[in-house]
């Protein structure tokens, strides 16, 4: 069948039904019938983006700033390819983040919990490998601890997704050329158990070593560069934005992003890519309706960030997606629904940052006033009472929330004040979006399988594909 343009697809759905056209005859990519091969990729990586999370981003950049998201507007004017992607692992429909970039990493569905480890014990070798090995500089970038899930699922074969100091030693041993994000736990010889500088290891084997935003700046072009900002995670783009400190010390996804491309461009062979807007998961996890939209707004600024370089650069395709879906946000229908969204645009602090700062010995009174003043609405007495009850018995075993704080709880009060309701807590089976721009990008098929991702990267920029 005749490749259509992505305005189309709902027709070609339809027309496929009516058809009786098999499933599995959507779950291969088509022979390649593109002229032009890409020298480089940028694959951007929105973890645990639902589409209600790209749907809020988009309504309140419109309402906020009066333009669209880059991601959607790129479907508006009409320029790439869109597909859904079945983003189940090997032994669940709902896969984790390692599963889910070990899909990509080696073409393969492994276990949840694992990192290019097949289900039968097998250890392929992983996408950037391929890459470097193939001539390519080769990098990611991540607002999480650079040796977390996705960036590692593009690099290493690890059985236990939690190995986080293991993961940083074969970054060590892989050499990429590129690798930042936050987790200096991992790198410092104070904070890991065997004591090992992997800090000084990469400055003396010719890295570049940036713990600061400032010095992440000053590297160069052509030599490898490691920059690890923080202990665990980047703080969320939103809690950044209000506090200066921050905003001098630690970069945004978007810097670290032009900073990559800048010394991995250097090399004339090209160069691949992973940008992962991590936090995205971490805040649909705690129900953080600020963390979630305004760092996937951040993650938009990513992607405008990669299509500048793709429009000026004509070799490159820009790959942006998510591994799965996680909690299912939505805007939810409610008498003021609209009044209740906008505001969202008068957030200056995340629902963490709140939870963090009240003490179960505050008032009801100081707790209304804190919210107030730091999300713009005014919860009752009643509630902020409710509030203070869940921190004299938390019990919470919530993922991402070692403080045991009530974001549940917090988020369905919440919900009165914005119209932003949740499904849960945890990743969901949703099939995920998928766009695509530049070279090779027309041959995207409408539906496609995770795995499929592999072989489609290999394909455009002519490497040998898994047999």
Not at 103 to 128: E, F, H, Q, S
Not at 281 to 298: C, E, F, P, S
Not at 302 to 319: C, D, H, Q, W
Not at 321 to 334: A, E, F, Q, R, V
Request: glycine content about 8%.
């Amino acid at each position: 069948m005749k490749r259509r343009n992505f305005l189309n697809l709902g027709l070609l759905a339809a027309v496929s039904t009516s058809l009786g056209i098999p499933a599995r005859a959507q779950n291969t990519i088509a022979a390649p019938t593109s002229k032009k091969l890409a020298k480089n990729i940028i694959f951007l990586v929105s973890d645990g983006m639902s589409l209600g999370t790209l749907t809020m981003a988009d309504l309140l950049l419109q309402r906020k700033y009066g333009h669209p998201s880059v991601w959607l507007n790129l479907y508006r004017q009409g320029k790439g390819t869109h597909a859904l992607v079945d983003t189940a692992s090997a032994d669940a429909l709902v896969t984790d983040s390692a599963a889910g970039s070990s899909a990509w990493g080696c073409g393969i569905r492994v276990k949840n919990g694992a990192l290019n480890v097949t289900p039968d014990g097998r250890m392929p070798k992983t996408i950037l490998q391929k890459f470097k090995d193939g001539g390519k500089a080769t990098g990611c970038v991540t607002t999480v601890t650079i040796t977390h899930a996705t960036p590692a699922g593009f690099c290493v074969n690890v059985k236990n997704r939690g190995s986080e100091a293991s993961i940083a030693a074969l970054y060590f041993d892989k050499k990429f050329d590129v690798m930042m994000g936050g987790g200096t736990e991992f790198f410092s010889a104070e904070a890991r158990k065997d004591k090992r500088d992997l800090f000084g290891d990469f400055a003396k084997s010719g890295y570049q070593v940036a713990r600061t935003k400032a010095e992440m700046d000053a590297a160069k072009a052509g030599k490898p560069l490691l920059g690890v900002f923080t202990k665990g995670a980047l703080p969320y783009s939103l809690d950044r934005a209000s506090d200066l400190e921050l905003t001098g010390k630690t970069p945004t996804l978007a810097e670290m992003e032009t900073k990559a491309i800048e010394v991995l461009s250097a090399n004339p062979n090209g160069f691949v890519l992973q940008v992962e807007g991590g936090k995205v998961d971490w805040a649909a996890h705690g129900n953080d309706v600020g963390a979630l939209v305004y760092d996937q707004i951040a993650f938009d600024e990513a992607i405008a960030t990669a299509l500048r370089f793709a429009e000026s650069n004509g070799e490159t395709l820009v790959i942006m997606t998510t591994d799965h879906g996680n909690s299912n946000p939505g805007l939810i229908k409610s008498k003021k629904v609209n009044a209740c969204f906008d505001t969202l645009q008068n957030f200056k602090h995340t629902n963490e940052w709140v939870l963090k700062t009240i003490r179960k010995t505050d008032s009801p009174d100081k707790v209304i006033s804190l919210i107030k003043e730091n999300q713009g609405f005014t919860i009752t007495k009643s509630e902020a009472t409710e509030i203070l009850s869940q921190y004299s018995s938390l019990k919470s075993e919530e993922l991402y929330n070692a403080y045991k704080l009530p974001f549940r709880r917090y988020a369905e009060i919440q919900k009165t004040y914005t119209s932003v309701g949740w499904s849960g807590m945890d990743h969901s089976a949703d099939y995920g979006e998928l766009g695509m721009f530049g070279p090779f990008s027309e041959t995207l098929p409408p539906f496609i399988k995770n795995v499929d991702l592999h072989n489609f990267m290999l394909q455009a920029a002519g490497f040998p594909t898994n047999g």
